[in-house]
């Protein structure tokens, strides 16, 4: 069965631009979850969805962060005048429900030139 | 808030021996899931194994087993018959039974030597 889907797999664009990362997660999964990876470190914590609401947005460091997930699917984190300090692995995982382990995505590479 | 701490940023082994990578956490709460993360060059991060805080029991999968000691929130990987494909940054990864996030250490660099 196909897992965590990521689009695009690396993305460059320039300093006050707008870019958005898409996730697909594992069908059935209704829990779904971004992270954010700098270089030489641990994933840390964006946001989690519980179907189509995010049940903790807690974890997004500013108002340029925003996601959604609108049919409880497929969901897009939206990063709007993308400073230097952005570029990252953004990475994405879903389970089954928030009690099960969560399957990873490969990621998506930001550079912020 | 939660923390977790991997000391050793690098670690080698020799083909086919056993290698140990520490972790320990900070918590409050008494019920909570530990994991181990497996993340190759590709990115992806990969599930190696799960411990539920409230089991005594070690949990084990195939040559990777944990030593989890609650009292000293210590919760450490035992990679055995080393393998070329074990290559890869570790993370420890800690979540509340209540919660949803992911609290994840630096990460431990392994090396496998042919």
């Known amino acids: 069965g196909a897992g965590v889907s990521q689009t695009p797999s690396n993305k460059v664009t320039e300093k006050g631009k707008y870019v958005e990362l898409r996730c697909d997660p594992i069908?059935?999964?209704?829990?779904l979850y971004w992270y954010r990876q700098s270089l030489g470190q641990g994933p840390e914590f964006l946001i989690y969805f519980q179907g189509t609401g995010a049940a903790d947005d807690s974890g997004l460091p500013n108002d340029r962060f925003f996601a959604v997930r609108p049919e409880g699917s497929v969901s897009t984190l939206k990063i709007q005048r993308t400073e230097r300090g952005d570029s990252a692995v953004y990475l994405c995982?879903?389970?089954?429900?928030?009690?099960?382990?969560?399957?990873f995505g490969d990621g998506t590479r930001l550079s912020i030139l | 808030a939660q923390t977790v701490t991997q000391s050793q940023p690098e670690m080698s082994v020799q083909e086919a021996e056993t290698v140990t990578l520490s972790c320990t956490y900070d918590t409050s709460e008494s019920d909570y899931y530990l994991f181990w993360y497996k993340q190759p060059p590709s990115r992806q991060m990969i599930l190696v194994i799960r411990?539920?805080?409230?089991?005594?029991q070690n949990a084990t999968e195939n040559r990777f087993s944990v030593n989890f000691q609650k009292a000293a929130k210590s919760f450490s990987l035992k990679i055995s018959d080393s393998q070329l494909g074990d290559a890869a940054m570790y993370f420890c990864?800690?979540?509340?039974?209540?919660?949803?996030?992911?609290?994840f250490g630096e990460g431990t660099q392994l090396t496998v030597n042919p």
């Open positions: 990864a800690y979540q509340e039974t209540s919660g949803s996030r992911l609290t």
């Open positions: 069908s059935g999964h209704t829990a």
């Open positions: 411990q539920e805080a409230y089991k005594q």
């Open positions: 995982a879903s389970s089954p429900d928030r009690n099960q382990p969560q399957h």
